[in-house]
């Protein structure tokens, strides 16, 4: 039997193979004598008992603790590095996409100019790489209550899904949204001519992801295989967009496999600061 007289302390226990996990306890119900055991399972499989028969004692299991959480924190992160390291060197490449695919990307990685490209394949390591860089950069911040749940904050100016800055873009109008009187501004969606909007893309993204990462997605909206499945090709220069289409979608190696040589839709997004940044830009917070 274990037991934990820790008072606010977080008692870490490490088993080979797994992730750091943190129990809290409760020092209201230390007892006044006798011999209490805190047992800290090491990743070698050796368990350490620390005596403790006094509540100064205790303070100072609980100053001893929180020194070893630290240093366990800081093998766990190598750790992940290492694993996450050697799964990234397996990732798809820019040779192995399909053919139509790898135009695609070639087209836009001329013209948005990124250090480097990265072919994503929906693992548990590459969402792991992820986070550990919006963590590292404060564009994320975990929340304790729940497992694997961060709190990610936008940037007051630039917000997602604002329905005056969201066009659709086809040959017809009447095709996209209802035409209104002469003289009266349609309130059901807007339109963008093709010629328009292809002016709109070469003033905005030339050189838009310089000294950042293209993210590459195959994502598949619905079951791979199934005939109302939508499969497409979304480029970024975003980890928080990556890690979002990992939830919202089916990404990554398998739909390029499913892909084949056929059609996709083609999306491009970007953040739009290419580095090093002309004027202060606030990283921790999102651009969507």
């Known amino acids: 039997m274990r037991i934990y007289y820790l008072g606010d302390a977080t008692l870490c226990i490490m088993d080979p193979g797994s992730e750091l996990e ?15 055991q805190v047992l800290v399972r090491r990743d070698t499989g050796a368990v350490a008992s620390l005596p403790s028969s006094s509540l100064d004692d205790a303070r100072q299991t609980e100053r001893s603790l929180k020194c070893l959480q630290s240093q366990l924190k800081q ?21 192995s996409l399909p053919q139509e695919v790898r135009a695609y990307v070639e087209e836009k990685q001329r013209i948005c100019q990124p250090s480097t490209v990265h072919v994503c394949d929906g693992s548990d390591a590459e969402n792991s790489h992820l986070l550990d860089l919006m963590l590292k950069s404060g564009s994320i911040v975990p929340l304790p209550k729940y497992r694997n749940c961060y ?21 017809r109008r009447e095709d996209t949204i209802p ?5 009266v501004k349609g309130t059901l969606g807007n339109w963008m001519s093709p010629s328009d909007l292809q ?9 838009c992801m310089k000294g950042r990462t293209m993210y590459v997605i195959p994502f598949s909206m619905g079951p791979l295989g199934s005939p109302l499945g939508k499969i497409g090709i979304q480029l970024t220069d975003s980890p928080y967009v990556v890690a979002s289409m990992r939830i919202m979608t089916r990404m990554g190696a398998d739909v390029l496999k499913a892909l084949g040589n056929n059609g996709f839709i083609k999306c491009l997004h970007s953040v739009g600061q290419p580095l090093p940044m ?5 990283e921790p917070l999102l651009c969507l």
């Open 22 to 36: 943190t129990l809290d306890a409760g020092l209201s119900k230390m007892p006044s004598s006798g011999s209490t």
């Open 179 to 183: 035409t209104p009187k002469e003289g």
């Open 278 to 282: 002309a004027s202060e830009w606030n």
């Open 151 to 171: 709190l990610a904050r936008t940037d007051p100016a630039d917000v997602a899904r604002v329905e005056s800055r969201t066009f659709i873009s086809t040959e």
């Open 199 to 207: 002016k709109a893309l070469d003033e905005r993204f030339p050189g």
């Open 75 to 95: 093998q766990v992160c190598v750790a992940r590095a290492l694993s996450t390291s050697s799964a990234l060197r397996q990732q798809p490449t820019l040779s």
